[in-house]
């Protein structure tokens, strides 16, 4: 039959073909690794709030009193910075 006839791929275009498939799974990998990587940025507010849960389950458990709480609050949110005077003064716990 004709139906054929001249009708086969041309070297090119088969390697055009390779070409372009490699181009799109390049690109597929490409947007996977973008969408994987790009989540919400890393930043100290998990540690702050794991440091916080620590700090108060101290104070639950009775370890600290109510004066070392808010100093030790008051210098994780200071993002680590010394208040000036050390030994911090010791107020009466209204827990205790």
Do not use: C, K
């Amino acid at each position: 039959m004709m139906i054929w006839f001249g009708s086969h791929w041309a070297f090119w275009q088969a390697g055009l073909m390779w070409i372009a498939m490699l181009a799109f799974w390049i690109l597929v990998v490409r947007v996977v690794y973008a969408f994987v990587t790009s989540g919400p940025p890393r930043t100290r507010n998990r540690d702050d709030a794991d440091a916080r849960h620590i700090l108060d389950q101290r104070l639950a458990r009775g370890e600290i009193d109510a004066a070392e709480y808010r100093r030790l609050r008051d210098l994780i949110d200071s993002d680590g910075h010394h208040p000036t005077t050390w030994p911090p003064e010791r107020a009466e716990s209204p827990l205790r």
